[in-house]
């Protein structure tokens, strides 16, 4: 069997897994529903203060969201042994690390994507501005989840280790907010939004190029 197509067996796999314990998958979403619907309860329900911190809010929810799906991302099976079965295979585990990494974005980035905008609507940005708001969202949640698979492999053999894995992703993580939030800002107020969208992108390949072989190299070392 190739890497890929091994890769393709564990994305579906991960995917199988993750509809059998849906409240993990509703946990992200819920908690990103409930900031962005909270926060004009503690500012102002005005359309026209809201809108101007629109793209600030639906952007630090959504990265805030994409962390609470991290810890989970490789725990279970260190826990059970799969994953050190993964390591002595003889399959590339860089392939099968970026195949669980995809997993994660498909049930948390892809679907804050697309709630994205209903949260920017609501905060006052304009409908136009819906296509902007999920083009940016989806391609940085595809950063985020990169970097998240980093930490998640180094902070792989600590007991409840959420706190620590925040605080080793969340500086790696605040230019795919800047750029991000910036991209959304754009959109919002009707502008082009295209260079900072190419930021983005150029950060998603940059760690599509070396996420799962560092996130590979932390799980061996936990592993040992």
């Known amino acids: 069997m190739s890497a890929l197509s091994a890769a393709r067996l564990m994305l579906a796999r991960d995917l199988k897994l993750a509809f059998r314990k849906r409240s993990q998958l509703v946990q ?3 908690f990103f529903a409930i900031v962005t619907t909270l926060f004009p309860l503690g500012v102002s329900p005005e359309l026209t203060r809201l809108k101007p911190m629109a793209a600030g809010v639906v952007w630090a929810a959504a990265l805030l969201s994409s962390l609470l799906a991290l810890e989970l991302l490789f725990r279970d099976d260190a826990q059970d042994g799969t994953l050190e079965q993964y390591a002595l295979c003889g ?14 974005w498909l049930l948390t980035g ?5 709630m994205a905008p209903l949260a920017g609507l609501a905060l006052g940005a304009p409908a136009a501005a ?26 792989l053999g600590i007991r409840r280790s959420g706190a620590l894995l925040s605080l080793l992703t969340l500086p790696l993580e605040i230019p795919v907010l800047i750029f991000g939030a910036r991209a959304t800002e754009l959109a919002i107020d009707g502008t082009a939004y295209g260079a900072p969208l190419q930021l983005l992108a150029a950060l998603a390949v940059l760690g599509l190029t070396l996420a799962p072989l560092a996130a590979s190299a932390a799980v061996r070392i936990n592993l040992e």
Do not use: E, N, Q
């Open 110 to 114: 892809l679907p804050l994507a697309l």
């Open 28 to 30: 992200p979403l819920a």
């Open 91 to 104: 399959r590339s585990l860089t392939w099968l690390l970026a195949a669980k990494t995809a997993a994660h």
């Open 130 to 155: 819906v296509p902007g708001i999920v083009a940016s969202v989806a391609v940085g949640t595809v950063a985020l989840s990169l970097i998240g698979a980093i930490g998640a492999a180094l902070t």
